[in-house]
T-cell receptor, first 116, second 112 residues
């Protein structure tokens, strides 16, 4: 079974531009979560999508948005890029929505975004 | 929100040595996972361990939920064990939602 895939793997943008990242979950998985990893803040939760609906959102500005399609693939968009948005963006998939019983999340290889 | 602290932040080991990594969390959690991030950034699941002890080859983990900590043991370390080890806890974040909160990680370097 193929793992989580993310495209593109590397991206260079300039301040003020926007960017769209893509994540394809493991086949059959319906939940996709996005995380930002920076040296200063570490790994931080961005949002979770399940059944095409955003179910949970971390503490990030409205410039960060996402969506999920009927095939569970997800995209994340960052508008008006800032230097501080330079990071590794990871997506993770799981069978069901993250719940109290816990559901193992499987991570993709990430997209490295550099904002100049 | 919940706080997750990992120690030590950095660890250098000679190949073949054993080590213990610690994860402390500030509140009750529904679950806990250990991950290994390789030098290319890929996060690999190691253990899904809300309580008790699990073993997988040279790695084992113990979570004592009542005392709010978890330990990851690496025995007979190999250079391929190098990377960053993260502890992540699953906790309620409000409005019927749960999310993973990660610690800052332990960077392990195994030298030949």
């Amino acid at each position: 079974k193929a793992g989580v895939t993310q495209t593109p793997r590397y991206l260079i943008k300039t301040r003020g531009q926007q960017v769209t990242l893509s994540c394809s979950p493991i086949s059959g998985h319906r939940s996709v979560s996005w995380y930002q990893q920076t040296p200063g803040q570490g790994l931080q939760f961005l949002f979770e999508y399940f059944s095409e609906t955003q179910r949970n959102k971390g503490n990030f500005p409205g410039r960060f948005s996402g969506r999920q399609f009927s095939n569970s693939r997800s995209e994340m968009n960052v508008s008006t890029l800032e230097l501080g948005d330079s990071a590794l963006y990871l997506c993770a998939s799981s069978l069901f929505r993250t719940s109290g019983s816990g559901e193992t999340q499987y991570f993709g290889p990430g997209t490295r975004l550099l904002v100049l | 929100g919940i706080q997750v602290e990992q120690s030590p932040p950095d660890l250098i080991l000679q190949e073949g040595a054993n080590s213990t990594l610690r994860c402390n969390f500030s509140d009750s959690v529904n679950n806990l996972q250990w991950f290994h991030q390789n030098p290319w950034g890929q996060l690999i699941n190691l253990f899904y361990i809300p309580s008790g002890t699990k073993q997988n080859g040279r790695l084992s983990a113990t979570t004592v939920a009542t005392e709010r900590y978890s330990l990851l043991y690496i025995s007979s370390s190999q250079t391929t064990d190098s990377g960053v080890y993260f502890c992540a806890v699953l906790a309620y974040s409000g409005a019927g939602s749960y999310q993973l909160t990660f610690g800052k990680g332990t960077k392990l370097s195994v030298i030949p």
